[in-house]
């Protein structure tokens, strides 16, 4: 099971921290993806770790961060210098670490419940 927080209100410019937490499993065998659904729209993929890669999507490099926390077995996406557009819920996924990083949703195999972030003035 994957439980996403730090979701909330900010103002553009700001910053949040979402973190995806796993029980039943280690996220180290684990690759990890951030996907958003803003509402209207598809679910895109945002950001993702492996063992030995990480991919962000276009619009957000350079203002996001994902990282991993063995210890408290969370991966973790800093999210600054946030926009209106960044506004969705967001929803992080798993997939076993050898089997890639997809950036299609179709392939995760567990899923957390999302968290809404939303930025606006």
């Known amino acids: 099971q994957l439980v996403e927080s730090g979701g909330g209100l900010v103002q553009p410019g700001g910053s949040l921290r979402l973190s995806c937490a796993a029980s039943g499993f280690t996220l180290d065998y684990f690759a990890i993806g951030w996907f958003r659904q803003a509402p209207g729209k598809e679910r895109e993929f945002v950001a993702g770790?492996?063992?030995?890669?990480?991919h962000y999507r276009t619009s957000v490099k350079g203002r996001f961060t994902i990282d991993r926390d063995s210890g408290k077995n969370t991966v973790d996406l800093q999210m600054n210098s946030l926009k209106p557009e960044d506004t969705a819920v967001y929803y992080c996924?798993?997939?076993?670490?050898?089997?890639?990083?997809?950036?299609?949703?179709?392939?995760?195999?567990?899923w957390g419940q999302g968290t809404q972030v939303t930025v606006s003035s």
């Open positions: 770790i492996k063992s030995d890669n990480i």
């Open positions: 996924a798993a997939i076993p670490d050898e089997m890639g990083l997809p950036l299609s949703e179709r392939f995760y195999d567990y």
